[in-house]
């Protein structure tokens, strides 16, 4: 499988790593399109049952930062 | 609470290999607090048979639902209609729950998806130990309200026998001597003179030696059908 096609949902905290995200938009940083940033409250809002819907629906991986 | 685990998933991908559309049915009660069957465990399980049973190449639908409380019809029927469209049932309830179903839905298919093992208690975060077997003649006052039914690997009423070594269970030094714990909590209250006397064989009647067990209470059931016996 080629790597650069490997979809991939990332589960960010709104405080710290949406907001990376968000000021690397600002910047025009460019980060592959297969990473699809979900935001949360809070990583502590992480649910056993996002992973397994992202994966069911075909993600490749799933990162979470905060 | 009555203490479950979830069979592995290929079990319970073997369970439903025959199947077009499957409901895996959770129940709120024990099996939630026990962590083996609630709300959260059945989306889990539900989730991991799709991905799973699509990684073999097959096509079957997996919905889910978790009911109150599966060992009681009123709840069931909340999901009469998923219940009945299904070709397979894989309950997460205990063993109540899936005879509940069955009695319920007789034309319905229903598989455990649960080991049910023991009632007992969280002693502490992820460990479950038994406490109780169902003997139907408590006597826990004599003991101090330690059961040495459940908890004495013979079921010794006049204990502690020979094999207690240290306060352990000569079965594996982990287990405790339910009798020494009876000695020590009885003796810290000046009430030894209660295990000073004999007691005669147990009378297994009122367990399962008796046979399938059942209770009737005339104060509740409802009146015409009083009047119909």
Redesign the interface.
């Known amino acids: 499988m080629d790597p650069e096609k490997l979809q991939v949902v990332a589960y960010c905290c709104e405080y710290c790593s949406y907001n990376a995200a968000d000021l690397a938009g600002g910047l025009r940083l460019q980060y592959p399109a297969e990473i699809k940033v979900v935001m949360l409250p809070c990583t502590g809002k992480l649910d056993m049952m996002f992973i397994m819907k992202a994966f069911e629906d075909g993600a490749d991986g799933v990162m979470t930062a905060g | 609470m009555i203490v479950a685990e979830q069979k592995s998933l290929e079990e319970m991908k073997a369970l439903i290999s025959d199947a077009e559309k499957v409901l895996v049915l959770g129940c709120g009660t024990c099996v939630t607090v026990c962590f083996a069957g609630g709300e959260?465990e059945t989306?889990?399980a539900s989730?991991?048979l799709?991905?799973a049973t699509k990684l073999d190449g097959k096509d079957i639908k997996i919905e889910h639902a978790t009911v109150q409380r599966q060992c009681e019809w009123e709840y069931l029927d909340q999901v009469a209609d998923q219940i009945k469209d299904a070709d397979v049932v894989l309950s997460l309830g205990c063993g109540i729950g899936v005879q509940a179903i069955v009695e319920r839905f007789p034309e319905s298919w229903v598989v455990p998806g649960l080991n049910t093992t023991f009632l007992g208690l969280p002693s502490e975060q992820g460990v479950w130990v038994e406490r109780c077997a169902a003997c139907g003649e408590c006597v826990l006052d004599i003991t101090g309200g330690i059961c040495p039914i459940a908890r004495c690997s013979k079921s010794l009423m006049n204990g502690p026998c020979g094999g207690s070594e240290d306060g352990h269970c000569e079965i594996d030094k982990d287990v405790e001597c339910a009798w020494q714990l009876i000695y020590d909590r009885l003796a810290a209250k000046g009430k030894l003179d209660s295990i000073l006397k004999l007691q005669p064989p147990k009378d297994w009647s009122s367990s399962r030696d008796g046979g399938p067990r059942k209770i009737v209470r005339p104060d509740l059931r409802f009146i015409n059908e009083e009047l119909e016996e």
């Open positions: 959260k989306m889990i989730s991991s799709r991905m």
